[in-house]
C-alpha cells in the first residue's frame, strides 16, 4: 500500500446509463471506494442512482457526500471542506476512488469546488477527470435538432441566473443555438421572450433527460409555467430544425 | 426480413476510443454495416480508425463514404446525394447500420446533411442519434479547466469562420468561456486578440485530443502559427483556471 492515492471524477451523462462512457464505466469497475453527492434533504443520490447497473456493492464501498443546493457560498464551503476530509480519510485506506456526478465534470459540476478543497487539504492525491455527455447533446440527440452547422454559434448559459429580460433577448436574437440549462425558475421569463422574438416554435423543452420521468417536447405554448424542476433545460434554434 | 431498417448515428467522441459512451458501443457491436466518413485524398477514414477496437471484421461490412473537405455545397451536395444513395441499398440489404463520426454527432458533425438526404430518398429508414462527448470537453478534462462555473456562460464558436477581428474581441471580452473550434486557421489572428486583451495566459491549444500527435499546451507565446491543423481549437477562460 505505498503507491499514491487516486480520485477519478467520472461524467455520468444525462441519466440514461448508457450514456456513460467506457473509460468511466472501467473507472467505476476499478475503484475500491465510490463517492457520490447528494443532496441533505436524504434523497438518494441521483447520480449513485444512475451508476447503480456499474457497482458492484460486495465488493466496493459506496460513501455519499452531503452537498446543500444551494448558492449560498457561506453554506457550501464547509461542506465541501468537510466532503474533502472525508474523501482524504476514506482514499488514505483504500486507495482508488470515483466521484460521480451528473453531465460532464466541468459544466456546472461541483467538482471544481470539492477539488480545490482537496488539493488544499492533501495535494499528494492523484485528480483526475473523465467528460461526460451533458444533458443539453442528450436532449439535442433525442429530438434531432443540430446544436450547430457550419459558421454557426452556440452559446450555453445557466438560465436561472438571466434575470434581466433583455439581456435575454439580446442572447436570442445573437445566436443560431442558445441552451438554457436550469430553465425551471426560469420558464416563465424564457416564454416570454420566446413570445417577444416569435420564436416560440424554435424551442425545445427537455425534462430529467434519461432519468424515470422524461419530458421532452417542441410545444412550449402549453407548458406548465409553475411547474420549475431543477433539472431542466430549453434549447432555442434560430436555424433549420430537422 | 420484414423489419424496418435502421440507421444509428454514433458520437465517438475525441479520439480516445474508450471516450465512446456505452450506449454507441453496444450500437456499432449490434450492427451488420458500419459507414464511415472518409475524405477524398484515400487518408483511412479517422473515425473508422477511432472505431477498429470496437469492429469484428469478419462479421461486420465495413462502407466508407467518399466526402470531400470544402465548403463548397455545389461539390458537397453530390457527394451527399451519393452517400445516402450508398446508404439506402446497403441498409435494404443489411438491416442494422452504423454511421460513424468523431465528437458529438450535433456539434459540426457531417451526418445532419446527410441525413437530410437520406430521408429524401428513403423516408422509411428509422434514424436515431447517440450523443458523443466532444473535443472541448476532452481538452478541459484532461487540463482541468473548468469550462463554465455558477452563473458563467459558455461559448462554441468555428474560429475558422470568425474573421473578424472586432467581432473575435467582443466575444473574448463578453464571455467567460470561449471555445474556439477549428482553430487552426485562425491561430494567429486568435493569438493576436489574445495578446491584446491580455488574456494570452488564459487560454488552451490543443491538437488532436486523444487521437495519435495529442498536442496540448498552456502555452500559447511559443505556437507555431505556420502550423495549422484541422482538429485544433484553443478555450480561452477569463474565471478561474484550476
Redesign the interface.
Given at each position: 500500500m505505498t503507491d499514491t492515492p487516486e480520485l477519478i471524477a467520472v461524467g455520468l451523462?444525462p441519466g440514461?446509463?448508457?450514456?456513460?462512457?467506457?473509460?468511466g464505466?472501467?473507472a467505476i469497475q476499478a475503484a475500491d471506494v465510490i463517492f457520490a453527492p447528494q443532496s441533505r434533504d436524504g434523497d438518494t443520490s441521483i447520480a449513485l442512482q444512475i451508476a447503480t447497473p456499474w457497482i458492484d456493492q460486495s465488493r466496493q464501498r459506496i460513501v455519499t457526500l452531503p452537498l446543500p443546493m444551494t448558492?449560498d457560498s457561506g453554506q457550501l464551503r464547509p461542506a465541501w471542506q468537510a466532503a474533502a476530509t472525508v474523501m482524504q480519510q476514506e482514499l488514505g485506506q483504500h486507495r482508488r476512488g470515483v466521484y460521480l456526478l451528473l453531465g460532464?465534470?466541468?459544466?456546472?459540476g461541483t467538482f471544481?469546488?470539492l477539488?480545490?478543497e482537496l488539493r488544499a487539504a492533501a495535494p499528494d492525491i492523484t485528480?483526475?477527470?473523465?467528460?461526460?455527455?451533458?444533458s443539453f447533446?442528450?436532449a439535442?440527440?433525442?429530438s434531432?435538432?443540430?446544436?450547430?452547422?457550419?459558421?454557426?454559434?452556440?452559446?450555453?448559459?445557466?438560465a436561472s441566473?438571466e434575470t434581466d429580460a433583455g439581456a435575454l433577448q439580446r442572447l436570442l436574437s445573437d445566436?443560431t443555438t442558445v441552451v438554457l440549462m436550469k430553465a425551471g425558475t426560469a420558464l416563465p421569463a424564457i416564454v416570454e421572450a420566446l413570445h417577444q422574438l416569435n420564436l416560440i416554435d424554435h424551442a425545445l423543452y427537455a425534462e430529467r433527460v434519461g432519468l424515470a420521468g422524461e419530458f421532452i417536447t417542441r410545444d412550449l405554448r402549453t407548458l406548465d409555467l409553475n411547474h420549475r424542476p431543477y433539472l431542466s433545460l430549453v434549447i432555442v434554434r434560430r436555424g433549420e430544425l430537422?
Open positions: 451523462g440514461d446509463p448508457e450514456l456513460i462512457t467506457v473509460k464505466l472501467r448558492r460532464d465534470p466541468l459544466l456546472y471544481v469546488y477539488w480545490r485528480v483526475s477527470i473523465i467528460p461526460g455527455i451533458t447533446a442528450a439535442a440527440a433525442v434531432g435538432i443540430p446544436l450547430t452547422m457550419a459558421d454557426e454559434r452556440l452559446i450555453v448559459v445557466p441566473y445566436f430537422l
